[in-house]
C-alpha cells in the first residue's frame, strides 16, 4: 500500500512565522504536489515537483515556496504565514507510469491567528 | 468559469436508493477522468477512474459525455458507508489535475 505521511494533523502558527509542512511518501514516487482545501473551493494546487530539487509553480504558489532534497521528502514553506493561509493542506504523490492517480496524505489542518 | 463545476448538494437519500449526480469540465483537451471519494476529515483517495465507453465498478458507475462535457457518477443500493463527498476531477496535462469542489452524499437508515 501507498503510504503518505505528513508531520502534523493540527498546528497553529501566529501570522509572520515561518511554517514547515512536510510530507513523505514510501512508494518511490517521482511527483510530488502541495495542494490547499478549502470550503466550495476544492483543492487547489500550489506547487508541485517532477523529480528531486526540481519544482514548478501551481496555481496558487504566492506565499509558498517548497524544498525537495530527497525523492521521498518533499517541504512546504510559508516564509511569513498570514490569517488568510489558514487551511487543510494535503500532499500527494504519484509515479510516472500507468495511470494518473495521485494519492493523498491525511492533511494538516493549520491556523494562523 | 471554474474549471470543473459540481453540484454541492447534499443529497440526502435513505438506504436502499439510487442517487445520480454529474460535474461539468471546461477545458475540452482533458483526456483522463476520476471520481474520488473523501470522507469527513480524511483525504481523498480515487473511487474510480472515467472511460469514454462508461464503466461500471459494482454498485458505482461512470459515465463521460465528452460532447457536452460532463461526467457522471450513479451510485445503486445506496448503503450508509457510501456518506462521504464525491470529487470529479480532470487532468490538465501529465501533472496537474483539476478538482471540483465536490458533491456531498448523505445516506440515511
Known amino acids: 500500500d501507498v503510504k503518505v505521511t505528513q508531520s502534523s494533523r493540527y498546528l497553529v502558527k501566529r501570522t509572520g512565522e515561518k511554517v514547515f509542512l512536510e510530507c513523505v511518501q514510501d512508494m518511490d514516487h517521482e511527483n510530488m504536489f502541495w495542494y490547499r482545501q478549502d470550503p466550495g473551493l476544492g483543492l487547489r494546487l500550489i506547487y508541485f515537483s517532477y523529480d528531486v530539487k526540481m519544482k514548478e509553480k501551481g496555481d496558487i504558489p504566492e506565499g509558498y515556496s517548497v524544498s525537495r532534497e530527497k525523492k521521498e521528502r518533499f517541504s512546504l514553506i510559508l516564509e511569513s504565514a498570514s490569517t488568510n493561509q489558514t487551511s487543510m493542506y494535503l500532499c500527494?504523490?504519484?509515479?510516472?507510469?500507468?495511470?494518473?492517480?495521485?494519492?493523498f496524505g491525511p492533511g494538516t489542518r493549520l491556523t494562523v491567528t | 468559469r471554474k474549471e470543473v463545476e459540481q453540484d454541492p448538494g447534499p443529497f440526502n437519500v435513505p438506504e436502499g436508493a439510487t442517487v445520480a449526480f454529474n460535474c461539468t469540465y471546461s477545458?475540452?483537451?482533458?483526456?483522463?477522468f476520476f471520481w474520488y471519494r473523501q470522507d469527513c476529515r480524511k483525504e481523498p483517495k480515487l473511487l474510480m477512474s472515467v472511460y469514454s465507453s462508461g464503466n461500471e465498478d459494482g454498485r458505482f458507475t461512470a459515465q463521460l459525455n465528452r460532447a457536452s462535457q460532463y461526467i457522471s457518477l450513479l451510485i445503486r443500493d445506496s448503503k450508509l458507508s457510501d456518506s462521504a463527498t464525491y470529487l470529479c476531477v480532470v487532468n490538465r496535462n501529465d501533472y496537474k489535475l483539476s478538482f471540483g469542489a465536490g458533491t456531498t452524499v448523505t445516506v440515511r437508515a
Open positions: 500527494a504523490s504519484r509515479g510516472t507510469s500507468g495511470s494518473y492517480e495521485q494519492y
Open positions: 477545458n475540452s483537451a482533458s483526456q483522463s
